[in-house]
């Protein structure tokens, strides 16, 4: 049973206009959410993170958003580049329920295209 | 530079043989991980170390075995059992700790049996 999914495999954006990619988690334990890039052939790269006492956090062109009562989180990359093409990942854990050592649970991923 | 190094990049196996992934730290991280990435399937975790001479298993343990004697190494071996072995490995470290918990990962090693 998929605990984080990520419904859109892949997802095609023009240069310069906004991408947005959606995750949905049904686990409501989990209450710290991560989003990691990924080039083929190469390990994760950790991008932004947000806890569940936040509803929104910002990094640079990255923001990602956390709505609870939904179990959604999303994160915008605002202008989208052509080097943001990679899959992306949205992981999450168990802050404060001995988790979080214990590993992250990842979705499968959507495959983001920048277009020029 | 501290990091993660896995080796070998690739790894080629005939059926029946035991095969060791490495994967060594210097980020002074007290937790290790090692996940299987499939074509379609994200990350799944194998086994995870919080401290040295500990492990557990994660979702996908069968076939898989690990050890953690030294706190900068957590090597991978895939055995003969593991039924469908071949697939793109990670392994990651991280502080460990209660809380906001973020993996660094290793380049990867591709394995592919024979």
């Known amino acids: 049973d998929q605990q984080v999914k990520q419904n859109s495999p892949s997802l095609s954006v023009q240069e310069g206009r906004i991408s947005i990619l959606n995750c949905d988690y049904t686990n409501s334990m989990f209450d710290y959410f991560l989003w990691y890039k990924k080039y083929p052939a190469e390990g994760p790269t950790f991008l932004i993170s947000?806890?569940?006492?936040?509803d929104k956090n910002e990094d640079g062109r990255f923001t990602v958003f956390l709505n609870k009562s939904a179990k959604h989180l999303s994160l915008h990359i605002v202008p989208s580049q052509p080097g943001d093409s990679a899959v992306y990942f949205c992981?999450?854990?168990?802050?404060?329920?001995?988790?979080?050592?214990?590993?992250?649970?990842f979705g499968k991923g959507t495959h983001l295209i920048i277009q020029p | 530079d501290g990091g993660i190094t896995q080796s070998p990049k690739y790894l080629f196996r005939k059926e029946g043989q035991n095969v060791t992934l490495s994967c060594e730290q210097n980020l002074n991280h007290d937790a290790m991980y090692w996940y299987r990435q499939d074509p379609g399937q994200g990350l799944r975790l194998i086994y995870y170390s919080q401290i040295v001479n500990d492990f557990q298993k994660g979702d996908i343990a069968e076939g898989y075995s690990v050890s953690r004697e030294k706190k900068e190494s957590f090597p991978l071996t895939v055995t003969s059992a593991q039924k469908n072995p071949t697939a793109f490995y990670l392994c990651?470290?991280?502080?460990?700790?209660?809380?906001?918990?973020?993996?660094?990962f290793g380049a990867g090693s591709r394995l592919t049996v024979l």
């Open positions: 947000i806890s569940s006492i936040k």
């Open positions: 992981a999450a854990s168990g802050m404060y329920s001995g988790g979080g050592a214990d590993g992250l649970t």
């Open positions: 990651a470290s991280s502080l460990g700790r209660s809380g906001a918990n973020v993996l660094t």
